[in-house]
């Protein structure tokens, strides 16, 4: 059974940071390529980082972010906690949004996501 357990999101002023993780579970993690997706009210969940397997290697992974984040956010692995982590730095209020992770491509299942509030 696949679990999803996104952490982490709370309010932040803007040009703040956080960082959010994600426990996953039911998954041969190591071997997954890994996602940070996000979803404000009325739009599509989009798609923000991504890193690929690093296989037995404890942490890394080629990783990818669409441009509005490039620059500012970061997301990272630790295989050995199946956990998945994404730094946010330089918070804008435009990244206000639900935060989860999934795998790339994403299943069908979807954890309960972590709120990120960037507001003054």
């Known amino acids: 059974q696949v679990q999803l357990v996104e952490s982490g999101g709370g309010l932040v002023q803007p040009g703040g940071s956080l960082r959010v993780s994600c426990a996953a579970s039911?998954?041969?993690?190591?071997?997954?390529?890994m996602g940070w997706y996000r979803q404000t009210p009325g739009k599509e969940r989009e798609l923000v980082a991504t890193?690929?397997?690093?296989?037995?290697?404890?942490?890394?992974?080629?990783?990818n972010y669409v441009d509005s984040v490039k620059g500012r956010f970061t997301i990272s692995r630790d295989n050995a906690k199946n956990t998945v982590y994404l730094q946010m730095n330089s918070l804008k209020p435009e990244d206000t949004a639900v935060y989860y992770c999934?795998?790339?491509?994403?299943?069908?299942?979807w954890g309960q996501g972590t709120q990120v509030t960037v507001s003054s």
């Open positions: 999934n795998v790339n491509p994403p299943l069908r299942y």
């Open positions: 039911g998954i041969l993690f190591k071997l997954a390529d």
């Open positions: 890193i690929t397997s690093s296989g037995s290697i404890t942490s890394g992974g080629n990783t």
